[in-house]
């Protein structure tokens, strides 16, 4: 079955356009689809709260995407695109280039998804420019730590520079307000398991293949 063109709008977790073109066959069998998919998405936006329930166990994770706690008008996540090459053979779609850019984070994700299973084997990478004092001063153990240490921070003058970074170890909470500078911060994340609840592994990029590595650093670029 050629798709010449299909598009249409995404409700849901994700909110925007679509188009898509390509090809597929053996399309009354979930376990026998086959074929070539090109996709692209945008201007939409992700649900914050199923990003969150996702990556909820990864607290940095979600310092990151909300650094200063930031109400917001709503908890989406804004972006301007999203592209991807998806080949289907067997009932498995597999991407290489999936990218998301948007104006607060950028991701590239490689990997499978089962149809008939919706399981997920996934590498996503993640970029974002946020302020990494105040990321890391959100996390619980860290605050903990800076409570327990506060004496002698302050004798060490080692309170000043971790206020410099932006958190500050009087209060063992972040300074949103303060000079720490704003850099892009890289995460990558393995997402496996079954789409409704994966499990999600933060994962060192040393630990990575070089060419996957190189691959999700071109997407988020």
């Known amino acids: 079955m050629k798709i010449a063109e299909l598009s249409g709008r995404l409700t849901g977790t994700v909110e925007a356009p679509f188009l898509i073109r390509g090809s597929l066959d053996n399309v009354n069998d979930?376990?026998?689809?086959?074929?070539?998919l090109k996709v692209q998405s945008g201007p939409g936006s992700i649900k914050g709260s199923q990003l969150q329930n996702i990556l909820k166990n990864i607290q940095l994770v979600n310092a990151l995407l909300n650094p200063g706690g930031i109400q917001r008008k709503n908890d989406n996540l804004e972006f301007d695109s999203i592209l991807a090459n998806i080949n289907v053979r067997a009932g498995v779609a597999r991407t290489e280039d999936l990218s998301l850019r948007g104006p607060e984070i950028s991701s590239g994700v490689i990997g499978s998804y089962h149809l008939a299973s919706s399981d997920l084997d996934l590498l996503v990478g993640l970029r974002t420019m946020t302020n990494l004092g105040v990321a890391v001063g959100k996390v619980p153990a860290v605050q903990k730590l800076?409570?327990?240490?506060?004496?002698?921070?302050?004798?060490?003058?080692?309170?000043?520079?971790l206020k410099r970074l932006?958190?500050?170890?009087s209060s063992s909470k972040s300074d949103e307000q303060g000079n720490a500078n704003i850099s892009p911060i890289t995460l990558i994340l393995k997402i496996r398991g079954p789409a409704a609840s994966p499990n999600v592994t933060p994962v060192l990029e040393t630990n990575l293949d070089k060419s996957a590595a190189s691959r999700l650093k071109s997407l988020m670029e």
Do not use: W
């Open 166 to 169: 932006g958190i500050d170890a």
């Open 30 to 36: 979930i376990n026998l689809i086959s074929g070539h």
């Open 146 to 161: 800076l409570k327990q240490n506060e004496e002698l921070l302050k004798i060490t003058g080692l309170d000043k520079e």
